[in-house]
């Protein structure tokens, strides 16, 4: 039997149970825990995993997502609560408005995004579909601009929405592209079909990629047809600058 005490090894009482429990705290946050960069990759993990949970979530649902104990994960939100990145309700918590300012001020290419947003709502206008505007991000199309159409709620669309490279969106990024639009007949998922083409920075280089899903039996000539005019439209809304002009001081809130 251990009889081993405090006192066997002449340190303070409850010094033993100090230091087990600054190595489990240790444990918790992993070898890179002490530092800054641990910190920051923990943080990010957490609202990766809101971020795909889609809704609100829970200190065990998102300890299983990241696998980091729940100890670890609480003192974390508490920390994101705080800066506003997160938002708690009760036991769940969710992605908070401060995370979302700082996302809007994300470009992928200089304008891309305030050049296409009128065009992406003429399109959708036009022709009932659901569209993206997506661009190359670890080998996925990442959508960074979208209007819900006919396909709602089948097939939602959303700004940060990844695509596979498979798919006409990905296909239409990768480029170069011969014979016009790449287009989807329910290849990708029964009863929706798409039509891409990649948008062009004024100097001719693929900056991103333009998508309109429909339902099937839609006719798709017409379709890229319009995508190909959407896409024309955020060539030349680059080539004009494609920047919004601010607002004056006098109508943004502090």
């Known amino acids: 039997m251990d009889t081993h005490t405090d006192t066997d090894t002449g340190t303070e009482p409850g010094a033993d149970r100090a230091g ?26 957490l609202l990766d995993a809101l971020r795909r949970n889609g809704d609100e979530a829970g200190v065990t649902e998102l300890a299983l997502a990241c696998g980091v104990p729940k100890g670890s994960v609480h003192r974390l939100l508490d920390q994101l609560v705080g800066v506003g990145a997160v938002e708690r309700t ?32 003429r399109l959708r206008a036009a022709t009932g579909a659901s ?13 960074v601009g979208s209007v819900p159409g006919d396909l709602e709620p089948l097939l939602p669309v959303r700004d ?19 014979g016009g639009a790449v287009l989807d007949r329910e290849d990708v998922m029964e009863g929706v079909c798409c039509a891409s083409l990649p948008v062009r920075a004024p100097d001719g280089r693929t900056v991103a990629a333009l998508a309109a899903m429909v339902p099937a039996g839609r006719r798709l000539d017409a379709l890229a047809h319009a995508v190909a005019g959407a896409g024309a439209a955020i060539t030349r809304a680059l080539a ?11 109508v943004l809130a502090p």
């Open 240 to 250: 004009g600058g494609g920047r919004r002009r601010p607002l004056p001081p006098t």
């Open 131 to 143: 569209v993206v505007l997506v661009v190359m991000r670890e080998e996925t199309a990442l959508t």
């Open 20 to 45: 087990a429990a600054e190595a489990r705290d240790g444990a918790e946050r992993g070898p890179r825990g002490r530092s800054g960069r641990g910190v920051l990759e923990g943080a990010f993990a």
């Open 160 to 178: 940060g929405l990844a695509f596979r490279l498979d798919t006409a969106a990905g296909k239409a990024l990768r480029g170069p592209l011969r």
């Open 90 to 121: 009760g036991n769940r918590y969710r992605v908070g408005p401060q995370l979302y300012r700082l996302g809007q001020a994300w470009e992928p290419h200089p304008g891309l995004r305030p050049a296409a947003r009128l065009p992406l709502q």
